[in-house]
């Protein structure tokens, strides 16, 4: 008894404020976000220790419970009641701020698999510099309130530099406000940029959008499931553009009766419009196709209109409704207006000009600019950088300012100093074609690095201070977090420098082709490469990426540019790329940096050396074709050997190992230089491999071939060209199905694959079922799968019942209904795991889609009796349990038996105990004759775990008092049932009942983090505590030592005569003890009551 009021004072002491939940607390608010699994590991010890102790403190109550009178029972409860809320009021605050940090972890976790970037980014870049106040003639315009109102679509149009993108920023800051007046709508937005034209725009802008559309948690449910189908090593295959636009299309339907959806796109003349690649036109067809199909849904979007515009210009010809904006002089006059005088005033210089003369000035230049504002925004450059405001020089400048666009951008050259003119030009490259925003001591990195030299860069070119931003004023623009990086001042820049009038003009040595300009980067990478991997201030550390500003970019993005630069001129690269993939250690480095194969952040793992076997392999997973040619003649042997290197990186040697070598090692990648280009989609490769005699049925040491990852890809014209050039379609139907390609099943079966073939243990029909393929299954059907096929298991006992052995089975456990209906208007047989399966789910248990497809086995004649194989709960009990009791009711009716004698307890005592949760059900099974202290079979889950020993009680009563069921306590006892029957999983009736109200509190509770509901709920729970421990004395219940925290193997055997395998306990921690102290502690129960 000291040693329990010991541990009765230490739980005081952690409840003050000094405490050990005190001091927990205020660690965890030191915690700083994203949380650390550790950190999430230290928190739940937490919470469990405290659990400990309350189970401590009930069991001193209790034992003073024992001698006390019953009258004494309102002073315990109040103790415990107090005891209760203190330690629930600790732990719970740091439950919750867990449960937030966990699911706002989650959530951006998601959210940034949909779409890593920041969605308002450039938007915030374009707002911060529009001038205020502007963009108000279209806000109050007709056009822009009748979209808003009931319009589907507008275009606003207008020539390079009139400000679309200013207007589109008014638009969105102006919808900001309006929809969060109209708290039932949705504003999303993508801009378009020339900066991001070698991505698959059309995916990135749906990406975005949907991502923004997670605002609302319907969506964001929609999007958690697509991220666990496509995300990880489980996804049946990489996401594609079609996958989002499904997902889209179904969040814009799913808010069609309580949401307007404006969409906001920008510069959608900024997509490439190249017939092969279709991008633009697949984003016009989604606007035209959503317009369309939903009234909810106002899209607006901007470009120019000219000739390289001429499709929009015909795509918004075939929509009656669209509602057109063209932005011209007049429209913008006024804006310009304000702009230029606050300009002005802006100047230390200029803001002497006043009165007439600044009104003269500023409607001279808005005359001479034709609506267009980066016109006069460039001018203003010009007029900024006079000493002093004479008027006779500013109207100097007015009068030779350039007439037109191009012309500017020449004077803006011209004025580039002769001695930076190289760097420059090379700045200028670098900006207008780097596959990623570049950082101003990036740019100044680049600007100075002459391949061609030894050095690459000489120390002494190196630039001061701000390099060469002063030089490219007007051209050029800060841009990003804390303006660190650089950008093109606008598009018309890069068409200026790539066009053929400047080849022709005074400045041509700034102009370059995008083919050859591609190759000079690439070689300047590799270049660079060489440079930092010999320099003496290497260190091979993440300190080198501070010492050498381009390394990480270098190592990045050098094959990249290689592949852009065309066949010619990635030909004359081919050797040096060839010598840097044959550089073995320089090599190495490089994949520290960026591993293609593994893509991760710089020196994540500097024990992980993954590599593979031959340069060739190599070349084909970078798609540098040239290169690929260039070995296989070299080094013929290299065309039929596996690429990979099995590995045990040393990382694996400490307690946790990173997760990317985690995931190498249990999911390794194995494959000949065909199959790395397969892999990577690099089609051309594979026919330059094929031709050069590679074995087109190849296999890994998985027994993959370059068909299987084509398929598993969802690589449609790949897996043609594989079939025609003789690819065998045996052992790859499983792949194709994972890659959800309808087309290519159709393939491979026209190629000779066999329906019903057995791959690796697989079923095709099986596969298709699992993963709600009902299109699928039906193609597979249709060549003459066998709906009924049974995978063939050697050994049940070493069985997994979450493999499905059929179909049918395979499409219950997931909760694919139409699979399902398919299946069985197919003739499939319905089996008892099928049945089992759809009352079990898995994992996260029975969902309603589940419940649906346990109906419609029901009605198409499903045994409810069926012999599971194994020791598992009937149907029936499966039903109870989901609270199913409609269901249930209708099995009982169908057959499903119930028997009071039954001698193995599943047809009595646990259909009892299932149903403790519904008192007609107890009663109606209490009517049959089953004896309210019927023993319980122990059985093992089917598929999922139920919460806190919810199954597998002694008897039905301790079942009712730990779910807090009072009226069915009430029954039970008045049909019989004994209040000191003791076993497991929490001892007896009366522990059941304490340890019921425990879990209740801690882990149910309202959804709501309102402290009066949560309140409100614990009250609740403590009421039923009292009411059923009230029923429980007058009925003399003993209170003794719980079962379940003693944790003792010796005695397996209860009351009741029930084997159990081991003793189930809640505590998170065991506590063993002797048996003669076990007897002195149940004051002698021990030995009157368990046999051995």
């Known amino acids: 008894m000291r040693r329990l009021d010991a541990k009765v004072k230490k739980v005081q002491d952690n409840t003050a404020s000094s405490g050990f939940i005190a001091r927990a607390r205020s660690e965890w608010e030191r915690v700083k976000y994203p949380l650390k699994e550790s950190t999430i590991l230290k928190l739940r010890d937490i919470l469990r220790e405290q659990k400990l102790d309350l189970v401590l403190i ?29 330690l629930e009021a600790d732990v719970g605050e740091n439950k919750n701020i867990l449960k937030a940090s966990v699911q706002d972890l989650k959530r951006k976790e998601v959210l940034g698999w949909i779409y890593s970037q920041d969605p308002f980014m450039l938007y915030q870049s374009r707002e911060s510099r529009r001038h205020p106040g502007t963009c108000q003639w279209f806000l ?29 920023s008014a638009v969105i800051r102006h919808l900001q406000s309006y929809c969060t007046a109209q708290s039932d709508n949705i504003l999303v937005h993508f801009f378009f940029s020339f900066a991001d034209s070698h991505r698959p725009n059309p995916l990135l802008c749906l990406s975005s959008i949907l991502r923004q559309m997670c605002v609302n948690d319907r969506v964001l449910q929609n999007v958690e499931e697509l991220y666990e189908k496509f995300n990880g090593s489980t996804a049946s295959r990489p996401l594609e553009y079609h996958d989002i636009e499904l997902a889209l299309d179904s969040a814009i339907a799913c808010l069609q009766q309580c949401k307007e959806i404006y969409i906001i796109l920008d510069a959608l003349d900024e997509l490439p419009n190249d017939p092969d690649e279709y991008q633009r036109s697949r984003v016009l067809n989604w606007i035209k196709a959503i317009s369309t199909r939903y009234r909810h849904v106002h899209i607006l979007f901007t470009s120019r209109s000219n000739s390289n ?52 000035t ?22 900024t950088k006079l000493p002093t405001p004479r008027l006779k020089d500013i109207d100097h400048i007015l009068k030779t300012m350039p007439p037109r666009l191009d012309d500017t951008y020449v004077r803006m050259l011209q004025n580039i100093h002769y001695l930076l003119s190289s760097e420059a030009a090379r700045a200028l490259l670098w900006l207008s074609l780097s596959l990623r925003p570049l950082r101003l001591v990036e740019v100044n990195e680049s600007c100075i690095i002459v ?10 070119d190196r630039l001061e201070g701000e390099g060469i931003l002063p030089c490219l004023s007007g051209l050029v623009r800060r841009t990003g977090i804390d303006n660190k990086y650089l950008a093109l001042s606008h598009f018309s820049v890069k068409e200026f420098l790539t066009s053929e009038a400047l080849k022709h003009d005074t400045c041509s040595s700034y102009g370059f082709h995008d083919n050859s300009a591609h190759a000079l980067i690439a070689e300047s990478c590799i270049a660079y490469i060489n440079h930092c991997y010999c320099s003496e201030n290497r260190t091979g550390s993440r300190t080198d990426l501070e010492q050498f500003p381009l390394l990480e970019y270098a190592c990045r993005y050098w094959f990249e540019h290689m592949i852009l630069a065309g066949g010619e001129e990635q030909m004359s690269l081919a050797s040096l790329a060839s010598t840097l993939l044959q550089s073995g250690e320089k090599w190495k480095y490089v994949t520290l940096i960026y591993n293609h194969m593994i893509p991760d952040v710089p020196f994540s793992c500097a024990a992980r050396q993954l590599t593979l076997r031959t340069p060739l392999g190599w070349a084909a997973a970078l798609g540098l074709e040239s290169v690929v040619h260039l070995l296989a003649l070299q080094r013929p042997a290299d065309l039929h050997m596996i690429q990979d290197i099995r590995f045990d990186p040393k990382c694996f040697q400490v307690q946790e190992p990173c997760e990317e070598c985690y995931m190498i090692r249990f999911h390794p990648t194995s494959g000949t230089a065909l199959m790395k280009a397969a892999q990577f989609g690099h089609t051309s490769i594979v026919k330059l491999l094929i031709n050069d005699g590679a074995d087109i049925n190849s296999r890994g040491e998985f027994g993959k071939t370059a068909l299987s990852i084509a398929c598993r890809c969802g ?26 390609s309808t087309l290519i099943c159709q393939l491979l079966l026209d190629a000779g694959a066999v329906a019903d073939e057995e791959i690796k243990g697989e079923i095709p029909l099986i596969v298709a079922a699992r993963l709600d393929y009902d299109h699928i ?36 456990m997931f909760g694919n209904v139409e699979t399902v209906e398919l299946l069985l208007s197919n003739g499939a047989h319905i089996r008892g795991s099928a049945l089992a399966y759809a009352l079990t789910g898995v994992e996260g248990g029975p969902s309603d889609k589940h419940r649906e497809i346990c109906n419609i086995l029901i009605e198409h004649g499903a045994d409810m009796n069926p012999d599971l194989g194994g020791f598992f709960n009937t149907p029936l009990a499966m039903a109870l349990y989901n609270g199913w009791l409609d269901i249930a009711r209708c099995m009982i009716s169908k057959g499903a038996r119930i028997e009071p004698s039954d001698p193995t307890c599943l047809l009595a005592g646990n259909i009892l105990v299932a149903a403790v949760s519904s008192v007609d059900m107890t009663c109606g099974i209490l009517g049959i004759g089953v004896a309210a202290d019927s023993p319980i079979a122990a059985v093992h889950q089917w598929a999922w775990e139920m919460d806190g020993g919810a199954c597998n009680f002694t008897t039905a009563l301790q079942a009712a008092a730990y779910h807090g069921h009072v009226e069915t306590v009430e029954l039970l006892l008045a049909n019989g049932a004994n209040p000191n029957v003791l076993g497991p999983p929490y001892g007896s009736t009366l522990f059941s009942l304490f340890a019921g109200t425990c879990y209740a509190i801690e882990n149910i509770g309202p959804e709501s983090h309102e402290k009066a509901a949560k309140k409100a709920y614990n009250l609740s729970v403590r009421d039923k505590t009292i009411q059923i421990y009230k029923i429980l004395q007058e009925r003399g219940v003993q209170n003794i030592i719980p079962w379940g925290s003693l944790n003792y193997d010796a005695y397996r055997t209860c009351v009741r005569g029930i084997k159990y395998s081991s003793i189930r306990t809640a505590n998170a921690m065991t506590r063993s003890i002797d048996e003669k102290k076990f007897a002195i502690l149940s004051g002698g129960t021990f030995c009157r009551v368990v046999r051995s």
């Open 777 to 812: 299954c039906q193609v597979l059907l249709d060549y003459g799968a066998d709906v009924n096929r049974l995978i063939e298991v050697d050994d049940w006992e070493t069985w997994d019942p979450a493999i499905a052995t059929d179909a049918l089975t395979g499409a219950a």
């Open 451 to 460: 391949p061609q030299n030894r050095p690459v860069i000489a120390e002494e």
């Open 309 to 360: 515009s001429r499709d929009i210009e015909d795509f918004v010809g075939t929509i009656p409704s669209v509602e057109i904006v063209t932005i011209d002089a007049m429209s913008n006059r006024d804006d310009m207006f304000s702009y230029l005088e606050a300009q002005f005033k802006k100047s230390h210089v200029l803001n002497k000009v006043s009165g007439h003369s600044l009104s003269q």
């Open 140 to 168: 109050q315009g007709r056009e822009y309130l009748q979209w808003r109102s009931t319009g589907p679509l507008l275009w606003v149009k207008g020539e390079v530099g009139c400000g679309k993108s200013f207007l589109c």
């Open 715 to 740: 690589n449609t014209d790949l897996v043609k060209y594989l079939l025609d050039s003789g690819a065998s379609p045996s052992g790859v139907l499983t792949e194709a199905i994972r890659g959800s």
């Open 58 to 86: 009930l069991n001193v109550l209790n034992t003073d419970a024992s001698s006390a009178e019953s009258e004494t029972l309102a002073q315990h409860m109040s103790q415990l009641s107090c005891d209760i809320s203190q």
């Open 362 to 383: 500023l409607n001279s230049m808005i005359s001479l600019s034709g609506g267009m504002f980066l016109w006069v925004h460039l001018q203003m450059v010009e007029l």
